[in-house]
């Protein structure tokens, strides 16, 4: 018989991980006098059982390895060793828990690597950033994947982490919910694996093609985002806030506000989730569930959000086809909407609708929007809006009445940037133009 840990040594994971595969019976032990005894056969079963799925690589015994455990919040999901030579995770033992694994990362197959790549650098800065060159030159880092493994994978977009196999880390003290960001960093830094000191900040694991940066006050976490060309983008999102707060209800969307003023003013939103729940993307929602052929890409989503539980996927996604369409939001991709998970009650919910400043034509040019252009390119499930807007199944939501003014405010807002004083004119043409098509298809509905 042998102890917990003399059994998590044997396994190369960690006793919490043992005493899960005690629990869920998957190794046989004993308990004698309080103690948990495991079986040396059941161990060496288990390591044969291993080995025939293709054998362990040798682990962390190269000099550019280091060993990690994935954790979600307290939960121990999975063994991993990254590469900070290949700036990559090079391998992922098999046991995992998948109760608390990522959304549509594993399936009933277990290990995909390559897809856990993928999703790590996902949760970052993507390599279309406005102005990533000078951000990772100030940063000392050649890739944005460098930042994420810098901060341990710590964000304020869901709970997931990596915990050094040799420390004592602990979701409490290091996670940038409850904690200052500085003092998270001065934990952090010493583990980092490519031996860099950059500061940990949640910054480094923020998604998004704008500039935006993290900022604490009173207590309340907010992020500020700029604008590019125009510095339009942040008056979109108030514009978009004030549409959402005539026709939704509170909860149903990120309300957002200006700090500063002119081109380069930023946008102000706090954040949407609690320090136990998590923002899955679309795009790992639809993996959740294996491909119907039969169902389109709507209904293979609605399908997924089902299998998970939300019954009211359809009425929220109904809102945020109408609102997008409203104001010509052309980049609501399938990272900046999904579902909403308490990794501890494992329910989710939609999330809020959030990020609408890539719309009312900011990448337009003046003399392409003074030709009278209306239409847009949308992303959620088909390129054309029309089309998309034959998805909405309900909009007895929708009071024709409370658009009344919508327009004027719109650009009340916009007029506060000067540089877009040109621009105006043809971005109330267009919006008008929208908003009563959008009247004249509830009507007809």
């Given at each position: 018989?042998?102890?917990?840990h003399?059994?998590?040594?044997?396994?190369?994971?960690?006793?919490?991980?043992?005493?899960?595969?005690?629990r869920?019976g998957?190794?046989a032990a004993?308990?004698?006098?309080?103690v948990?005894?495991?079986?040396?056969?059941s161990?060496?079963?288990?390591i044969a059982?291993?080995?025939k799925?293709?054998g362990?690589?040798?682990?962390?015994?190269?000099?550019?390895e280091t060993?990690?455990?994935?954790?979600?919040?307290?939960?121990?999901?999975?063994?991993v060793?990254?590469?900070?030579?290949?700036?990559?995770?090079t391998?992922i033992?098999p046991?995992?828990d998948?109760?608390h694994s990522?959304i549509g990362?594993?399936?009933s197959?277990?290990?995909?690597?390559?897809?856990f790549?993928s999703?790590?650098?996902?949760r970052?800065?993507p390599q279309?950033?406005?102005?990533?060159d000078?951000?990772?030159?100030?940063?000392?880092?050649?890739?944005?994947?460098?930042l994420i493994?810098?901060?341990?994978?710590?964000s304020?977009?869901?709970?997931y982490w990596i915990r050094?196999?040799?420390?004592?880390?602990?979701?409490?003290d290091?996670?940038?919910?409850n904690?200052?960001?500085?003092q998270?960093?001065?934990?952090?830094?010493?583990?980092?694996?490519?031996?860099?000191?950059a500061?940990?900040?949640?910054d480094?694991?923020?998604?998004?093609?704008?500039?935006k940066?993290?900022?604490c006050?009173n207590g309340?976490r907010?992020?500020?985002?700029?604008?590019?060309?125009y510095?339009?983008?942040?008056?979109?999102?108030?514009?978009?806030?004030?549409?959402?707060r005539?026709?939704?209800?509170?909860?149903?969307?990120v309300?957002?506000g200006?700090e500063?003023?002119?081109?380069?003013?930023?946008?102000?939103c706090?954040?949407f989730?609690t320090?136990?729940?998590?923002?899955?993307?679309a795009?790992y929602v639809?993996?959740?569930l294996?491909r119907?052929a039969?169902?389109?890409d709507?209904?293979?989503?609605l399908?997924?959000?089902?299998?998970?539980?939300?019954?009211?996927?359809a009425?929220?996604?109904?809102?945020?086809?109408?609102?997008?369409?409203?104001?010509?939001?052309?980049?609501?991709?399938?990272?900046?909407?999904?579902?909403?998970r308490?990794?501890?009650?494992?329910?989710?919910?939609p999330?809020?609708i959030?990020?609408?400043g890539?719309?009312l034509?900011?990448?337009?040019?003046t003399?392409?929007l003074?030709?009278?252009?209306?239409s847009?390119?949308?992303?959620q499930?088909?390129?054309?809006?029309?089309?998309?807007?034959?998805?909405?199944?309900?909009?007895t939501?929708?009071?024709a009445?409370?658009l009344?003014g919508?327009?004027?405010?719109a650009?009340?807002?916009?007029?506060?940037?000067?540089a877009?004083t040109?621009?105006?004119p043809f971005?109330?043409?267009?919006?008008?133009?929208?908003?009563?098509r959008?009247?004249n298809?509830?009507?007809?509905?």
């Open positions: 018989m042998l102890t917990t003399q059994a998590a040594q044997l396994l190369g994971v960690s006793d919490r991980r043992v005493q899960a595969l005690v869920d998957a190794i004993q308990k004698v006098s309080g948990w005894l495991i079986s040396e056969d161990i060496k079963e288990r059982t291993v080995s799925k293709g362990r690589p040798a682990r962390g015994r190269g000099k550019s060993e990690f455990t994935l954790m979600n919040r307290g939960h121990e999901i999975v063994q060793i990254y590469d900070s030579r290949r700036k990559e995770f391998y033992n046991e995992i998948k109760t990522p990362l594993f399936d197959a277990g290990n995909m690597l390559a897809d790549n999703w790590w650098r996902g970052g800065i279309t950033r406005h102005r990533l000078a951000l990772l030159e100030e940063a000392g880092a050649d890739l944005p994947q460098e493994q810098r901060n341990l994978g710590l304020l977009s869901d709970q050094p196999n040799s420390s004592t880390l602990a979701w409490e290091v996670n940038f919910f904690n200052d960001f500085n998270v960093s001065l934990i952090t830094e010493e583990y980092a694996a490519d031996g860099k000191t500061v940990a900040k949640p480094n694991t923020s998604d998004g093609n704008l500039e940066r993290w900022v006050r309340k907010l992020l500020l985002k700029g604008g590019t060309q510095g339009q983008e942040p008056y979109n999102e108030v514009v978009a806030t004030a549409l959402h005539r026709l939704l209800k509170r909860g149903d969307y309300p957002y200006i500063g003023e002119g081109a380069t003013a930023l946008s102000r706090t954040i989730l320090d136990e729940e998590e923002f899955i993307p795009l639809e993996r959740h294996e119907d039969r169902l389109n709507y209904e293979h989503y399908a997924c959000c089902e299998a998970l539980g939300v019954h009211a996927a009425s929220s996604l109904d809102r945020m086809i109408v609102c997008d369409d409203i104001i010509a939001n052309h980049d609501r991709h399938h990272r900046n909407f999904g579902l909403i308490n990794v501890e009650s494992l329910e989710c919910r999330a809020p959030f990020d609408s890539s719309s034509w900011c990448d337009v040019p003399s392409q003074a030709a009278g252009e209306h847009f390119e949308s992303k499930f088909y390129a054309s809006p029309a089309k998309q807007m034959l998805l909405v199944q309900d909009m939501w929708l009071d009445r409370k009344d919508f327009v004027e405010e650009l009340s807002i916009l007029a506060k940037n000067e877009l040109a621009r105006l971005i109330k043409a267009s919006l008008e133009w929208r908003v009563s959008m009247i298809i509830a009507e007809w509905n």
